[in-house]
């Protein structure tokens, strides 16, 4: 593993991401068991099928990236790699390898607006994107590739397969999203991967949500090395002396909060309201929605795009219970959608009318949604950040699946919107 500086005094920058034989040594020295809980792209969604980082599917090769790690496996790997190369006096005590930060990874990814340059489409061998290559017969039918690129890799590359960056490093956009910690518990993704497409997702500028445990075979991680400490700014660890997400292990006083702080909601969905959410399934996507009662009798609120191109959609409430459908009215415009359906023994949400008056920024919300498409309720929690006229924005982590949940407002104790679009 080789390590240049990539615009962070204190901080070198591995030119590649962790190879496969990369974390294989680290497995073989350590025994550590990194194979739970991969989702794969499947015809019909991502989907755990048992494939794990030693084999996510034919195409790769020791070379390529590992991928179906989770963040704290790559804080694991972090860990060991550091604790081996002070034994064989190659770091110093306060010198250590850890995941880069969001900070670090704009520094290192450059200033144009993708990766390659300002200029759309990517160049032929900007890097492995979604392109014509992709379509085989996993990928997913309602994704997008783009129009007249070819990679020549349906999924993973070996590493360095194309150009690197002005400061020597690969991959900075495509094949692999990395992990950048910022916590205990949420990461982001950066630098898009062979399943994306879209000019939002390939955007140098583009990060997205995940907890830490979450894998897929489109995320793996790169490695910083930081040998001046004194310049590297690093987080406090979640305990002092513990490792903390970024794999820092000196101990470090731990701050207090401060007022301004997230904390978990104070206030949860009530069993009947919780029940008043539903899992909305079909062949091509999975999401959320919610009920309600209307002049026009009980209906399935979600968005147009859970929906839309989804042969077979199913609805069933969180227990199980089928919901059958009679009918569809939606507004294109706000990409929602109502669902008259068959009245029965359910639960509803009542709906806040004057959202201006009611809802301040700052105010608690949740949003439980079908976290992933797996069919579990997951309660995120967060903030209102702002209120327009078209849309309410707010801090909560949003998952695949979540889409057309409701936005519950805490202290009204009413819905509030629709989860529409995270960003």
């Known amino acids: ?89 190659k770091l110093a005590a306060n010198q250590e390898f850890r995941v880069p930060t969001n900070a670090e990874w704009n520094n290192a990814v450059g200033s144009t607006r993708y990766p390659w340059g300002d200029e759309w489409p990517p160049p032929a061998g900007a890097g492995n994107y979604a392109g014509n290559e992709a379509r085989d017969n996993d990928w997913i039918r309602s994704y997008t590739t783009i129009a007249g690129y070819d990679d020549g890799y349906p999924r993973t590359s070996p590493v360095g397969s194309f150009k690197p960056n002005a400061y020597g490093l690969y991959d900075m956009g495509g094949n692999i999203w990395q992990w950048c910690l910022e916590n205990s518990k949420y990461t982001t993704l950066r630098g898009a991967a062979w399943s994306k497409s879209t000019k939002e997702d390939l ?153 201006s008056g009611t809802v301040q920024p700052g105010d608690e919300v949740v949003t439980p949604g079908n976290s992933e498409g797996g069919e579990v309720m997951l309660n995120t929690d967060g903030k209102v950040l702002g209120i327009g006229p078209d849309r309410v924005e707010f801090d909560n982590p949003i998952y695949h699946g979540n889409s057309g949940g409701p936005v519950f407002h805490v202290k009204s104790g009413k819905v509030i919107g629709v989860v529409t679009e995270a960003m």
Not at 27 to 44: C, L, R
């Open 203 to 355: 955007a140098s500028s583009r990060s997205s949500l995940l907890t830490i445990s979450r894998t897929a075979t489109d995320i793996g991680f790169r490695v910083v090395l930081v040998v001046s400490p004194q310049l590297a700014s690093t987080p406090a660890p979640a305990n002092p002396g513990a490792a903390n997400a970024f794999g820092t292990f000196a101990p470090t006083p731990t701050p207090s909060p401060t007022p301004e702080e997230h904390t978990a909601p104070t206030v949860k969905l009530t069993e009947d309201q919780a029940r008043a959410v539903v899992l909305i399934k079909g062949d091509n996507a999975e999401g959320t929605g919610f009920l309600v009662k209307t002049p026009d009798g009980p209906m399935v609120v979600t968005n147009i795009h859970v929906i839309s191109n989804n042969p077979n959609l199913q609805i069933t409430t969180n227990t199980g219970m089928p919901i059958t459908i009679l009918s569809y009215k939606g507004a294109t415009d706000r990409d929602m959608v109502m669902i008259a359906i068959k009245d029965g023994d359910f639960k509803y949400l009542d709906l806040a009318t004057d959202i």
């Open 1 to 89: 593993m080789k390590f240049v500086p990539a615009g962070t005094d204190g901080v070198l920058f591995s030119v590649w991401d962790v190879r496969v034989k990369d974390f294989q040594a680290f497995v073989d020295a350590t025994g550590y068991n990194a194979t739970a809980g991969v989702y794969s792209m499947q015809s019909g969604g991502w989907k755990k099928i048992g494939d794990t980082w030693k084999s996510p599917g034919c195409w790769e090769t020791e070379n390529d990236p590992v991928v179906g790690v989770r963040g704290d496996d790559a804080v694991a790997f972090c860990h060991w790699l550091t604790k081996k190369e002070r034994a064989e006096g």
